[in-house]
């Protein structure tokens, strides 16, 4: 399998600074891959998000790359569940 990264040149110092993301004030964020509800997108994201991480360092950190695979795998199982519950959540009550 062999996937592509665009990874963007380097912006300078200052241009970074002018266009510094509104909503992005720190150096690091937290991925949170646990879904609270059957349609939480940002847990979504934050699988994907692992999964192309783990992927691009395989050949680097194997270890670590099986682990987060293995995690996002559990997490999307879960989020599974969730969805078939909601699901048959909604049927029962249209059913009532």
């Known amino acids: 399998m ?5 990874v963007p040149d380097e912006p300078k110092k200052e241009e970074r600074k ?10 690091y964020f937290v991925l949170k891959p646990r ?10 994201a934050s699988r994907e998000a692992l999964r192309t991480y783990a ?3 395989r ?4 270890l670590l790359s ?12 879960l989020y599974k569940k969730k969805v078939e519950e909601s699901l048959y959540d909604r049927f029962k009550q249209q059913c009532s």
């Open 18 to 27: 002018k266009k510094s993301p509104r909503g992005l004030e720190m150096k």
């Open 66 to 77: 099986d682990d987060l695979l293995r995690w996002t795998e559990y997490e999307e199982e």
């Open 35 to 44: 879904s609270k509800e059957y349609d939480d997108v940002y847990a979504r």
């Open 59 to 62: 050949e680097e950190n194997e």
């Open 55 to 57: 992927i691009i360092i």
């Open 2 to 6: 062999r996937i592509e990264v665009f």
